[in-house]
């Protein structure tokens, strides 16, 4: 497997390396990145900006919205946010089934080596948590040869930021109707961000050979012309379903 970290990577740039690895590379790849830079919405693939934003403040403070390439729900994520994702061949992970529910209980019990003993850690629904309180959020893809399981995790967040997101419609049963606030919690105050770093790559080594690569490396050698389809939303999208959400 080939690890690839970065630190303060822009989000967006991020997504399209994983969109054109997920298309057309064949090998296996983990990806780390340690913050993106400024304060940026990321909604799943199917999301509705009506639904999920306040998209007059949004538009109001200038925030950009990405619709990445993967489900899962919407995050806002900026330099307190760490990202791990996992880009795998069907058979990488011996007798692993390429479904949602199976790729997600194997990231559950690889993450369960990071948190050995600290915080009461496991996977409710789609979420991992403390408790009760969610820390990471996961989106996957799955391809006919291959599939994409990404993690934002909250080792910090600005409370004012979570004012950008509604409370979805469709939300999980342990969440119980909570607001944003008593929902989350961070990770920094189990685990520093370095510790939680390391541990992460030390976990992905019991399960993969990995070896260092450089993103110079994967921009020479593509010959494949790669449309990404993650991309920002423009204002008048947003404005758009803001009218058509009245």
Not at 26 to 43: A, F, H, L, Q, Y
Not at 132 to 156: V, Y
Not at 172 to 193: E, N, W
Request: hydrophobic fraction near 35%; charge should be neutral.
């Amino acid at each position: 497997m080939n690890l690839m970290r970065f630190k303060g990577l822009p989000i967006l740039k991020q997504l399209h390396i994983e969109e054109q690895l997920l298309r057309t590379s064949s090998e296996n790849w983990c990806i780390i990145n340690d913050g993106t830079n400024d304060p940026t919405i990321v909604m799943g693939v199917s999301g509705k900006p009506a639904e999920l934003l306040e998209i007059e403040s949004v538009l109001r403070d200038q925030v950009p919205v990405i619709r990445r390439f993967t489900g899962g729900g919407t995050v806002i994520v900026d330099p307190g946010t760490i990202f791990v994702t996992f880009i795998c061949n069907k058979e990488a992970v011996p007798d692993l089934q390429p479904y949602p529910r199976p790729i997600m209980s194997w990231s559950s019990s690889l993450y369960s080596k990071v948190f050995q003993g600290i915080g009461d850690f496991h996977l409710r629904e789609n979420d991992y948590v403390f408790g009760n309180h969610k820390f990471g959020g996961n989106a996957q893809s799955i391809t006919k040869t291959k599939w994409i399981h990404h993690t934002s995790f909250l080792w910090d967040f600005d409370v004012r930021n979570m004012a950008y997101l509604k409370l979805p419609k469709r939300a999980p049963a342990y969440r119980s109707a909570r607001g944003h606030l008593d929902f989350i919690c961070r990770l920094k105050d189990y685990m520093s961000r370095s510790t939680f770093i390391d541990k992460t790559v030390e976990a992905a080594r019991t399960q993969f050979l990995l070896r260092s690569f450089e993103l110079g490396t994967i921009e020479n050698c593509s010959e494949t012309e790669f449309r990404p389809s993650t991309r920002f939303l423009t204002n008048e999208e947003l404005e758009a379903a803001a009218v058509a959400g009245q």
